[in-house]
Structures are given as C-alpha cells and as structure tokens.
C-alpha cells in the first residue's frame, strides 16, 4: 500500500469525477492521501474532504503566493484545525516561493515563520514549498531548530537536501517529475537518500508522471512515481513500498 502525501483534490478540475479519482486510488491500492491547504476556502474544503472520506485526511497553511495578510499569526488562523476529532494532521504547505512574485521576501518571511514555530509547539510536521529560494528557505528553518517535516516536491537542492539529512525526522518527498527522463540530478538524489527518509507524493493536480505526462494528475498516479523511484534505486519494489509507509505513518503520527 502507498500514501499519496500531499494532493490538493479540492480544485475544481475534480469536480466532475472526485468520486471516480477516489475509485481509483483504491484500486491502484493507494491507501490514503493528505489532502494539502494553502490558504482559507482550502482549508475548509480539505477539512470537508477528510470528514466525508475515510482514506483521505488533510494539512492546513498559508502557501507563500497565497494572499499574505501582514498581521498573520499562525496559532490564530489555523489553530481551530488542529482541535477535535477531524483535526489536520500537519502544517503546511508553507515556506518561500521566489519565482512568482506575487509576494515579497519580506511579506513571505514571517508568515513562514510563524508556521514553523506552531509547528514545533504543536508537534506536527511542517510541509515545507521551496521554489527559486533554496537559501531563503534554508535561512528559515536553520532558525527555527526542533522542527520535523517533509522537503514536499523535491528539487534536487544539495544544501536542503544535506540539512534535512542531518536532522532526525525530515523526510523528503518526491513528485511525479523524478519519472522524467531528462531529470538526471532529481534521479541522483533519488539513488543516494536513505530509504528511511523518503516519501512519495503526487501534488495532483499538477506535475502528472511521466507515464501520465500532460494529463491532470491524480492519487492513484503515485504509483508510477513510485515505481520510477524503484527502479532508480535498483529496490525491490515491495520492501521500498513498506518502508515508505513506515515512513509516512511515523512522520504524519497516523496508522494509515
Ligand atoms: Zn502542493
């Protein structure tokens, strides 16, 4: 069985057929999936989706090309998602996106911030996002040490890559793109990180695998990632698979 750990099945390109999406995964024995927020109506939306499917669960933060409010305190906005019986199982996704300039550093900066450290008081892993701001976001969770949490969608960065290493409960997590043929410093990390700490994800709808290429991307796709990720490491496909929902179950506090 595989965990989809991060999918943003509220958009609106699953209105049609979420149903059939959820028959699927199941099918291609796709255990669960975190259903990630990234800003308020996603919120509630992936709090929906968990309470109403018993193979989906769900993560709630403010992403770093959401509408950034200046006075955002992370405890204050997603502190009600963390309580009760529905209650979200990781913050996230958040952290530093320099290639859309829908926010500046500075804007993006507490926000982060203070997403990290709910996260730490709170005990629950962070969903990190990184884009064109490795040391930006590198910056960031030096400063805020005692987290845990997953590198989601990895890039290949050998400075985040080596810090995650060193901490003991980071865990990175690919996404459809290692199944690229053109992808060769992806496949490198994806040979040379510890089984241990490695998770498999989605981020449907978007970055379908190579097999699926162009498509829109759904849960059940993860196996393919999964797959390109074994074959990569030269693994027996069944161990890797246990080990990866080890993983997932020890990172997210969950017996999928
Ligand atoms: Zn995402």
New binding site residues.
């Given amino acids: 069985m595989l965990i989809d750990t991060?999918c943003?099945l509220y958009f609106d390109s699953f209105d049609e057929d979420r149903q059939q999406v959820l028959a699927r995964m199941a099918e291609a024995c796709v255990g669960a999936a975190v259903v990630?927020g990234i800003d308020p109506g996603s919120w509630e939306q992936a709090r929906e989706l968990a309470a109403s499917h018993e193979r989906l669960w769900y993560s709630v933060g403010l992403h770093p090309t959401s509408e950034l409010p200046a006075d955002f305190l992370a405890a204050e906005a997603l502190g009600p998602y963390l309580e009760g019986d529905n209650a979200a199982i990781a913050i996230g996704?958040c952290g530093i996106d320099l290639h859309w300039d829908t926010n500046t550093l500075e804007a993006q900066q507490p926000v982060f911030r203070s997403q990290l450290e709910l996260a730490r008081e709170r005990e629950l892993p962070v969903i990190i996002?990184t884009r064109s701001a490795n040391a930006e976001t590198l910056e960031l969770l030096q400063s805020v040490p005692g987290t845990r949490g997953i590198l989601?969608c990895f890039n290949g960065s050998p400075e985040l890559l080596a810090w995650a290493l060193e901490q003991p409960q980071w865990y990175i997590s690919f996404a459809g793109n290692v199944s690229f043929r053109k992808a060769t410093e992806l496949h490198e990390a994806a040979r040379v990180i510890p089984a241990e700490r490695l998770l498999v994800e989605t981020?449907a709808p978007f970055i379908a695998p190579q097999a699926k290429r162009g498509q829109r991307n759904e849960p059940a796709y993860v196996r393919h990632t999964f797959e390109a990720l074994a074959t990569l490491r030269d693994e027996p496909i069944e161990e890797l698979e246990e080990i990866l929902l080890a993983n997932a179950r020890r990172i997210f506090g969950v017996d999928f």
């Fill in positions: 991060h943003h990630v996704e996002h989601h981020d």
